[in-house]
């Protein structure tokens, strides 16, 4: 008996069942009824199945063709592509909705690793050799941003996932994974940072035009403090002693030859003695004046060309990183705020490490501690209660790497739903203020590699700002 001539088990195990046999006739009819009967049932229960399979297969097919339509439709919109990589036979393989999708030319080929390296983009090249090593290594999931450089030289942007297949032996066979093009989205964020540049640059040119605006004005006071000794100068310049000292020398001279009976018998002369006293005294009151006066002036005129040359040779190291003490750029800031308005009973708590050093750049200290001395001040000016006007400056060491500089003042303070906005561009609550200048100094302290914060109780509580700088800006 051939093959295809051997009874099915199932009919074997029947015949055995009824105590029939192939080779011989049932002993009675009935027996041979059942099973056929039971032969028949499971022929049934077969086409049932088979008519039931077929269905799910035909259901299946076109759940299939839908989905396919669906992702493709999906990918096509998502600009998603799949790719796969073969180690093994180092052959490298695109979806056909690949090139569907990013309008490539079904004839670019991209048959091994090394053709497609020579489309990426020279400076992305390691980038995604990187990506992939990772995931052959560590056997995880990587993800890269590379370009590509199609042979019309028209550059793509792609988001790239690669995912590595590894065997039973632990090897890794295949990569897989999927591109997703970002040209649009790259574009956009290049273009957001160009005017997040631009923001910036105008929030610290802003920030420094306003300190300089503050200087000026500091200048300003200064010069009106200049007038005044000047004009009581001149006051008593008009004022002057010296014409009615001059007559009583003339009166001397005309009668000097009887100069001793001119002082004792003459009425006019009696009383030249006594006027010469008292005229001696006025004089030497109008010099205390002078000499007073002159070395406001003189104070006043030092202080300005302290300005001058502190803004002066900061400016020419701007940008420039160098060893100093941070404690000599506070003094150079107290200075320059010395005669800001209405600061005339504040009193500077300082509490220095003179011996510390950084390295930073001097030009943004400054800046960043003028603009807080000013505010300090601004804030003392408008407070009410009845607590004396104190600013305390510390400086200290913090973890050996770091430096603070903490401004803390007892005027209006900060209130708590203002905290988290008292940086953020064009935030103010002066009226006549631009929000500039406190951005500009958390802008300058991220530069220097540190950062500024603010801590406060509430209304009429103060406000301490901290400056945290590394001791060496890289």
Known sequence: MNKKSELHLSIERNLKKYNLSLTSLPDNIEQWQNFVKVLNDNLFDIDQELYLLERSSDLAFKETNELSKNLKVAQRLASIGRWSYDRRNDKFSLSSEFYTVFKIDQGLTVKNRKQVMQLIHVDDV?????????????????????????????????????????????????????????????????????LNEKLVVSARNAGMAEVAVGILHNLGNILNSVNVSINVIKENVDKSYIPKLICVIDLIEKNIDTIGDYITQDKKGKIIPEYLVSLAKALNTQHDTFSKEFINVEKHIRHINNIVDSQQRLAKSSNVISYFSPAEIIDDALNIC?????????????????????????????QVLVNLFRNANESMSKKNNYLKNEIKVILKKERKKYIKILVKD?????????????????????????????????????????????????????????????????
């Not at 028209?154 to 090897?171: A, C, L, R, V």
Request: some cysteine; hydrophobic content about 35%.
């Open 338 to 366: 010395q005669h800001q308005k209405g600061n005339k009973d504040i009193r500077y708590n300082k509490c220095f490490d003179r011996s510390l050093l950084i390295n930073s750049d001097k030009n943004k200290l400054l």
């Open 410 to 474: 007892n005027g209006v303070g900060i209130e708590k739903e203002n905290l988290s906005n008292i940086f953020s561009y064009g935030y103010t609550n002066k009226e006549n203020g631009h929000g500039f200048g406190l951005h500009s100094c958390a802008l300058f302290a991220k530069e220097m590699g540190g950062s500024l914060e603010v801590t406060s109780a509430g209304a009429d509580k103060g406000a301490t700002f901290t400056l945290t700088l590394p001791v060496n800006m890289e």
């Open 126 to 194: 390691n980038i995604l050799l990187s990506a992939l090593d990772a995931a052959y290594k560590k056997n995880i999931d990587t993800e890269c941003e590379v370009r590509l450089v199609l042979p019309n030289k028209k550059i793509i942007w792609f988001h790239i996932t690669s995912h590595p297949i590894f065997n039973d032996d632990g090897n890794c066979e295949e990569f897989t994974g999927v591109a997703m093009e970002i040209t649009n989205r790259k574009k956009a964020q290049e273009k957001i940072a160009q």
